[in-house]
């Protein structure tokens, strides 16, 4: 199908929603009817040519009694069918019956159908359409012989076609087109229910060329945690069969998805069954919460997952307990002998996704599994060392998953200009690519669209997604090509530690302090404290401490801890000038007690070793410091901005001064007719 009749048929469905749903709908609503009533008339159109064959067949089944009516699928050629007498078009026939007809049409396609007409819950909208008179005009809009939705071409009667057949893929585009015109109206979040085609079209080549010598007879699963409208599905499918046709291989492919949204879910729904796909494999969940298909692994998996969205509402199936502990496998996983948790904030979940799907590859065959995914920029460096985004990106690049990183151009998606990166992994890599990791700096390759889409503004043109493929493909460093070792990636974060010095002094307005913190009964600590270093004069806490709590041990003062603390704190304060606080001794080493107010932390590169990197940055500016070791947490982020920083000249005083001098004498006067 061509951009024209593409265009032609969104337009006029468009139409439909403004000549005969206005006043009645806002136009946010008006896809609660536009996009079923989309849907079911596709599927009218589809089961016309058999509609008296398979009533005839219905009837023999009803006179035997049987129930099993799956056996009509063999007339209608499709996995679904409808026995009703109506078509959409035969409902023009008796106006005055049309909602009743309406329901007993809709009440006579198969299961799989209804659960779609369930998920639009259309039929709530039945009574509104008929309250004001629309429902006889919307069915007849929609049956117009100026918009053709069946497969099959309108001819006049000299064999001319009037009006062109719309394939599976042209629906798709006419559902996508819909979708995306009404979420502009609703101003819903990026990503929510599908992604353009041409980010689509770089994300399958970028999972599919680098095998394409390697695929074979067999059979490939593909899977989206996050299928929307299932267009990701349809190109990766139509991708992998011309490679494999290509090559001289026959596949059979197989198409799995889960969405969270009933809308996209039903339009995903339909588009499989016209498709004759097999519509279980597409689970109505969410993927976080439910995972449909806890139990199989995947040879390709894409997905644009949502973005800076909260996951609040999943967190009950996956952590429990007050502690908060992980019951979900696919978040918990064991790591280089320690227990790795990937749980990220809970107002970003974009990574679970993510997650999910690296738990979902194979391994047993030479292939393994490839994976394509879009996340915005906080995915590559949010999160510190420890944290649940980080310790993703840690299980990821330590196991040597992922391949290459590609930023995109700004202002990609239709609803929102931040920036966003295509990740590729594989379990599988290949030899020249071990232990490496690609980023590639795409940012400048678009071409602009004649007119905004929301906030899209620009496209991959086909020439851009072979020049990223290219890069891909050569794995060799250039302008936007750069290739780093995984542990580049990676830092040690060290806490450093400085002693906490104390001096100790008994004063009056201390002393009073004490007595009405402690009481009268703990008086006579007080005057072991003035018989031992009388008043206003300072002592080093260590020596204060060893000879105070001698004395109290032998006149049988048996102080709490909690008490000999408080009297620490009322008779002491920090000082700088003062001995470090000794800990404990041991034979080998005094160990001080650290100051928390002076805690700090160093990310050392992981290609450094962190004694080195100790004594060289930190000691020669505060000598007494030293490393906690039991507290050393290994992280990673990647940051594209440090890598592809391309430094811009700042404007010399004279070009300022002089574009000053210019906007001085285009506003001369101006100030005097505002004011007078």
């Known amino acids: 199908m061509d951009n024209s009749t593409h265009n032609g048929i969104v337009s006029f469905i468009w139409g439909i929603a403004d000549d005969v749903l206005r006043d009645v709908y806002v136009r946010g609503k008006y896809r609660d009817v536009i996009l079923p009533m989309t849907v079911i008339r596709r599927l009218d159109c589809l ?6 064959a398979v009533l005839e067949e219905n009837d023999f089944y009803e006179k035997m009694n049987i129930t099993d009516k799956s056996g009509l699928t063999e007339f209608t050629k499709y996995p679904f069918y409808n026995t009703s007498p109506y078509t959409l078009k035969k409902l023009l026939d008796e106006p005055n019956f049309i909602k009743e007809n309406l329901i007993d049409y809709l009440n006579g396609f198969s299961d799989n159908v209804q659960e779609i007409i369930s998920k639009f819950k259309f039929r709530n909208q039945l009574e509104t359409l008929v309250e004001h008179n629309r429902l006889y005009s919307l069915i007849q809009k929609f049956t117009d012989s100026d918009i053709n939705l069946s497969p099959k071409p309108i001819k006049d009667k000299k064999g001319k076609v009037i009006q062109p057949g719309l394939s599976n893929l042209g629906m798709g585009y006419v559902f996508e087109e819909l979708i995306r015109r009404f979420n502009e109206e609703n101003n819903e979040e990026a990503g929510e229910h599908f992604t353009p085609r041409d980010i689509i079209k770089l994300m399958v080549n970028l999972i ?26 349809t190109e990766a499918e139509n991708f992998l069969q011309e490679l494999a046709t290509g090559m001289g291989k026959k596949v059979k492919i197989y198409l799995f998805g889960q969405e969270v949204n009933p809308e996209t879910y039903a339009i995903c729904q339909a588009d499989m069954l016209i498709k004759e796909k097999e519509t279980n494999n597409i689970k109505y969940a969410s993927t976080l919460a439910n995972d449909g298909f806890p139990d199989l692994t995947f040879d390709f998996m894409l997905a644009n997952p949502p973005y800076g969205k909260s996951w609040k509402v999943d967190q009950d199936n996956i952590l429990v307990g007050r502690k908060k502990e992980i019951k979900d496998n696919r978040f918990l996983v ?17 990574l679970l996704f993510l997650v999910n799907k690296l738990s979902k590859m194979k391994d047993s065959t030479k292939l393994g599994s490839r994976i394509a995914i879009v996340h915005n920029g906080s995915a590559l460096f949010t999160g510190d060392a420890g944290s649940g985004e980080s310790n993703i990106r840690r299980w990821i690049i330590e196991n040597d998953w992922l391949e290459c990183i590609v930023g995109l151009p700004l202002n990609m998606f239709y609803n929102t200009g931040i920036a966003t990166y295509v990740w590729i992994l594989s379990n599988k890599k290949s030899a020249h690519r071990r232990g490496k990791l690609q980023l590639i700096d795409a940012t400048e390759w678009y071409g602009k669209l004649r007119k905004n889409l929301g906030s899209k503004n620009c496209e991959l043109r086909g ?14 460093e250039s302008d936007n090509s750069r290739i780093f070792d995984n542990e580049d990636f990676g830092f040690n974060k060290i806490v450093v530690e400085r002693p906490l010095r104390l001096s100790f002094q008994v004063t009056a307005a201390r002393v009073q302090e004490f007595g009405e913190k402690m009481g009268d009964e703990l008086l006579g600590v007080v005057e072991i404290l003035r018989e031992l270093f009388g008043e ?11 000879d105070f709590e ?51 932390t160093e990310n050392v590169p992981l290609k450094e070793d962190i004694e080195e990197y100790f004594q060289r940055e930190v000691l020669p500016h505060v000598p007494d410091a030293w490393i906690d070791f039991d507290k050393v947490v290994r992280g990673y982020e990647i940051s594209f901005t440090k890598y592809f920083y391309k430094f811009q000249k700042l404007r010399s005083l004279e070009d300022i001064v002089e574009e000053l001098l210019e906007l001085e004498k285009e506003t001369e006067g101006m100030l005097k007719e505002i004011i007078y």
């Open 47 to 52: 089961l016309e040519s058999t509609k008296e």
């Open 208 to 233: 599919f060329m680098p095998v394409k010598d390697k695929i074979q007879n067999t059979t490939y699963l593909v899977y989206d945690c996050a299928c929307g409208s299932g267009g990701m599905l």
């Open 334 to 350: 064991k790591h280089q002998g320690e227990e790795l948790q990937l749980i990220p904030r809970s107002s970003d979940g974009q």
């Open 463 to 476: 020439e851009d997604i072979e020049r990223i493929t290219e890069e891909f493909m050569d794995f060799s």
């Open 536 to 546: 206003e004069v300072q002592w080093d806490f260590n020596l204060v401490k060893r």
């Open 550 to 600: 001698k004395v109290l041990k032998e006149q049988e003062w048996k102080l709490k801890k909690r008490d000999l603390d408080l009297i620490y704190q009322i008779f002491t304060e920090k000082d700088e000038r003062g001995e470090p606080v000794v800990l404990k001794r041991t034979k080998k080493e005094v160990i001080y007690q650290p100051d928390v107010e002076l805690r700090d």
